[in-house]
């Protein structure tokens, strides 16, 4: 018996992309997280947390084949990820899971790894 990736049974490219697209509309207008992002790569961006997502539920690796090791936290360093953008950033990554309408099991492990990624990429307190 083949099994389905997790992928597979969130719906592929399709949802994933969807995703990425709604969380970076949000981001675009948001204050504290916009000016985290150089204007001329949006596109760029989508692209990065689309592929790494796939990559993560067991869909195409081109994240990996184009970027190496994701390595999230050496990643965002650079950046001021505080506790209020850890919950801008989640605000709108939740709207964006809410666009794509998974199945409730599927919903719950999507929710629940980003809450735990969003934690897991503060670095600054204050």
Known sequence: MDEVSLWEQMG???TFARIAHTFYEGVREDAVLAPMYPDGDWEGAEWRLRSFLEQ???GPSEYSEQRGHPRLRMRHAPFAVTLEAKEHWLTH???????A????????????????????????LE
Do not use: K, T
Not at 94 to 99: I, P, Q, R, S
Not at 101 to 124: K, S, T
């Open 12 to 14: 592929g490219s399709e």
């Open 56 to 58: 993560y539920w067991g």
């Open 93 to 99: 990554m939740h709207a964006a899971v809410d666009a």
């Open 101 to 124: 309408g998974l199945e409730p099991d599927l919903d719950y492990a999507f929710r629940d790894y980003i809450e735990r990624a969003a934690h897991a990429m503060v670095n600054r």
